[in-house]
């Protein structure tokens, strides 16, 4: 049976420090699910400093849509992360929000269904500006539903406020 924590917050908020940490007091060999497309240099960046936070001890996958998919069945994986794994839905399906949800619902409920304990991190990028364009907004409304939808399937939902976690669900003993 799978396990789902959901830990989400607001950029630089320290989602995936919490994340990691979590892990490998869960295990000692973790698994981390990079779901990234890198964009550009400056997002490159992004990505060099993430992969130097994480030791030789983590097994590294990198998967942009299919995450069900990858071996890790009895796994600890960190999943990072669901706005930009949404963002390949997204941009594969030229915008559509609905498809993009749909296909993003279909691998939270694969996921589920592999035995493991699954840690998935997310954006709270709703609770800032408003985005000044429609694909802006209509990609907000698309990673708000995605988060509710996860959150609803989650064990325990974690929010990261200024590096601190604060629970929000709590798994039932």
Known sequence: MAYLHLITGGARSGKSRYAQQLAL???SNPVYVATARVWDDEF???V???QLDRGPEWTVFEEMRLVSQLPIAG???VIDCATLWLTNFFSDTNSNVA???DLFKQEI????????RFIIVTNEIGMGVHAETAIGRAFTDLQGW????????????TLMVSGLPLVVKAPIP
Do not use: F, M
């Open 25 to 27: 007091g869960w295990c």
């Open 44 to 46: 490159a960046e992004r």
């Open 48 to 50: 060099a400093r993430h």
């Open 75 to 77: 796994q600890t994986a």
């Open 99 to 101: 498809k993009s949800l």
């Open 109 to 116: 409920d694969a996921l589920l269904n592999i035995p493991g």
């Open 146 to 157: 995605a988060n509710q939808y996860v959150a609803s399937r989650a064990d325990a939902v």
